[in-house]
């Protein structure tokens, strides 16, 4: 399973909007051949802090999402809403196995 997390710092006045956005793409990326999962969670001491978990079956599938028009919208829109640029990290999932 491919992993990647995805940590994103967002201006607080852009918190909803935000997250509104990250829905849609969420709600569009669980439905996407290979994805296992799509979380996206806020932290809870730095309420502008989000952390997406996207872990996929392949290499290929996190890519193809990355080609998706939802994933183009998603970062379209909220890329003026970042305080900083987003970082990405990959992870080889080791447990659970599919």
């Given at each position: ?31 996407e051949p290979g994805n ?38 998603w970062r379209e829109t ?21």
């Amino acid at each position: 399973m491919h992993v990647t997390l995805v940590n994103v710092s967002i201006k607080p006045e852009y918190i909803e909007d935000f997250i509104a956005a990250t829905r849609e793409n969420h709600e569009a990326s669980i439905r996407e051949p290979g994805n296992r999962r799509f979380d996206v969670l806020q932290s809870g001491q730095v309420p502008y802090r989000f952390l997406l978990y996207e872990a996929y079956a392949s290499a290929e599938d996190a890519a193809a999402h990355r080609q998706t028009p939802h994933y183009f919208k998603w970062r379209e829109t909220v890329q003026p809403m970042m305080e900083e640029p987003r970082t990405g990290i990959v992870w080889n999932a080791l447990f659970p196995k599919d």
